[in-house]
């Protein structure tokens, strides 16, 4: 089993920047993508950056340029700048080992003046 603890977020003003950092513990030999999705209200869950174990990250169009996802062994973190308010959502940390995904509990981000 994998655990994830995550750390970050809060309120932030519009073109403000703030970061989430995530920590995963326990079997974590095997996992070989880390990253974090989103989930704004009304919305289904969806991707935000991943990056794998060779340190190629990817990242959804909506972030493109404003998000930079980074990762040192087991701990994934995300620098979020430029942010708007459809960024407003709870992010969510993610683990795969390949056979099994893990979720952290979520943390929220409001972008709000």
């Known amino acids: 089993q994998v655990q994830l603890a995550e750390s970050g977020g809060g309120l932030v003003q519009p073109g403000g920047s703030g970061w989430l950092s995530c920590i995963a513990s326990?079997?974590?030999?095997?996992?070989?993508?880390m990253g974090w999705y989103r989930q704004a209200p009304g919305k289904q869950r969806e991707s935000v950056a991943t990056v794998d174990s060779y340190n190629a990250a990817r990242y959804s169009d909506s972030v493109w340029g404003r998000f930079i996802v980074s990762r040192n062994k087991n701990i994934v973190t995300l620098r979020m700048n430029s942010l708007k308010p459809e960024d407003t959502a709870v992010y969510y940390c993610n683990a795969n080992d390949g056979s099994q995904s893990y979720w952290g509990q979520g943390t929220r981000v409001t972008v709000s003046s």
């Open positions: 326990g079997s974590t030999q095997n996992i070989n993508l």
